[in-house]
């Protein structure tokens, strides 16, 4: 069983609706989880992290985690097709932040 | 800041040829990750250095491949010799610090290796 797991796709969304991705992790420890996009031929950059339990949220962007569950999800609001891109979760899984441990993305596509 | 910066953006070899790849980390970091992406495996870390030091080269396939970080701002990965199973994207992501830094990526090495 891979570390880190998500859905891979694609996932399509109409322009304006809500897209919510999902990812889980095997291991226990894990303190940090981030949310990484990457449009095609691009590398990854980071738009969200969280570290406890509950719901953070950044403008369109809300990042829920639940460790009891090993469960952590990125909700975007308003969906633009500029967000159209791969998602990636990324967790530490060596039980501090040095290292982090990537799914293998989630495709998503807005539709205009 | 110029962030992460690698060459080539793109490499095509023969099979059992030597590579190279190069990072340059943004200034005042102190951490540097190499990461290989493939459709199959996805992004996958192979090494990370912390202040010039190999912390951790478990995700280094096996010894055709080595990683170098000879100064503070600069590292190279070598696969000597070269198959077709490492074409791939290589990344190299540098961060400020050890503890929940954001990872700045640069814009990858596209290998392919014929």
């Known amino acids: 069983q891979k570390e880190v797991e998500q859905n891979s796709g694609p996932l399509s969304v109409p322009e304006g609706a809500i897209a919510s991705l999902n990812c889980t992790y095997s291991?226990?420890?894990?303190?940090?989880f981030f949310w990484y996009r990457q449009y095609s031929g691009k590398s990854p950059e980071l738009i969200m992290s969280?570290?406890?339990?509950g719901d953070k949220e950044d403008g369109r962007f809300t990042a829920q985690l639940n460790k009891a569950s090993q469960y952590v999800s990125l909700l975007i609001r308003d969906s633009q097709p500029s967000d159209s891109a791969t998602y990636l979760c990324?967790?530490?899984?060596?039980?501090?932040?040095?290292?982090?441990?990537f799914g293998s993305g989630t495709q998503l596509t807005v539709l205009p | 800041d110029a962030g992460v910066i690698q060459s080539p953006r793109h490499e095509v070899t023969e099979m059992g040829q030597e590579v190279t790849l190069r990072c340059k980390l943004i200034?005042?970091?102190?951490?540097l990750f190499w990461y290989r992406q493939t459709m199959m495996r996805g992004l996958e870390l192979l090494i990370y250095?912390?202040?010039?030091?190999?912390?951790?080269d478990s995700g280094m396939p096996e010894d055709r491949f080595s990683a170098k970080m000879p100064n503070a701002s600069f590292s190279t990965l070598k696969i000597q010799p070269s198959e077709p199973r490492d074409s791939a994207v290589y990344f190299c992501?540098?961060?400020?610090?050890?503890?929940?830094?954001?990872?700045?990526f640069g814009s990858g090495t596209q290998l392919s290796v014929l």
């Open positions: 969280i570290y406890s339990n």
């Open positions: 990324a967790v530490d899984t060596s039980g501090s932040a040095r290292q982090l441990t």
């Open positions: 992501a540098s961060r400020r610090g050890q503890d929940n830094e954001k990872l700045f």
């Open positions: 250095f912390n202040n010039n030091v190999p912390i951790d």
């Open positions: 291991d226990r420890v894990s303190q940090s």
């Open positions: 200034s005042g970091h102190n951490s």
